[in-house]
């Protein structure tokens, strides 16, 4: 069974404190990785897609890496509005397996 | 331009009633999900539909849920004889086709059973 595991399930950091959020999976065959954003009384807001091990994304504060077996979200600076939820997820390279499957989730607050 | 739309956004409920929730997807996407996230807890999924292909059912947890897709486009989650454990909140997606991951979430339909 497809399992996705985020630690830690919360983060507070102070304006400026760099830090790396991870996820850890199991899945036979790996499609796609993927990372949303989740703001309170939202839905999930999509950021990356990493497809093999060794590519990375970047997009302002953040950057996404990828190794066989995990996944790690690094902030950089982060100010108070990258405070949300992180949701990491994948998919399955097998036919017809198109859900995603959503680790629980790491809670990131910024203090100014 | 339009994202995915939910509704109803808030649906508080009975024990035993049936509810529906509809989700109006963004236009031209072929592949529509149906997640429950209950509080503080992760995404748990529940059906995908892609055009005109059987759905995957796997993910829904008893008899009590069944979803439709008319015409490709909106979708219907309807729970009968709703229980308290199906307070949640349900939430759609959108994506332009199969293998992409980057899907597309309305704002979510908070159910309350009491």
């Known amino acids: 069974e497809d399992q996705v595991t985020q630690s830690p399930e919360a983060l507070r950091l102070q304006e400026g404190e760099s830090s790396s959020l991870n996820c850890s999976y199991t899945?036979?065959?790996?499609?796609?990785l993927f990372w949303y954003r989740q703001d309170p009384g939202k839905g999930p807001e999509f950021l990356f897609t990493?497809?093999?091990a060794g590519e990375e994304k970047e997009k302002e504060r953040l950057k996404a890496t990828l190794t066989k077996k995990e996944s790690f979200l690094h902030i950089t600076a982060p100010k108070p509005e990258d405070s949300a939820t992180y949701l990491c997820?994948?998919?399955?390279?097998?036919?017809?397996?198109?859900?995603?499957?959503f680790g629980q989730g790491t809670r990131l607050t910024i203090n100014p | 331009g339009a994202g995915v739309s939910q509704s109803p956004s808030n649906k508080v409920t009975e024990k035993g009633k049936d509810v529906e929730l509809r989700c109006d997807p963004i236009?031209?996407?072929?592949?529509l999900y149906w997640y429950r996230q209950s509080l503080g807890q992760g995404l748990e999924f529940l059906i995908y539909?892609?055009?005109?292909?059987?759905?995957?059912k796997s993910g829904l947890p008893s008899d009590r849920f069944s979803a439709e897709r008319t015409g490709g486009s909106v979708s219907t989650l309807t729970i009968q004889r709703t229980q308290q454990e199906d307070s949640a909140v349900y939430l759609c997606?959108?994506?332009?086709?199969?293998?992409?991951?980057?899907?597309?979430f309305g704002e979510g339909s908070r159910l309350t059973v009491l």
């Open positions: 899945v036979s065959g790996l499609r796609g």
């Open positions: 539909f892609q055009g005109n292909s059987a759905p995957d």
């Open positions: 997820a994948v998919q399955a390279a097998v036919q017809g397996a198109q859900k995603l499957v």
């Open positions: 997606a959108s994506s332009p086709g199969p293998n992409s991951g980057e899907l597309f």
């Open positions: 236009s031209g996407h072929t592949a």
């Open positions: 990493l497809y093999s």
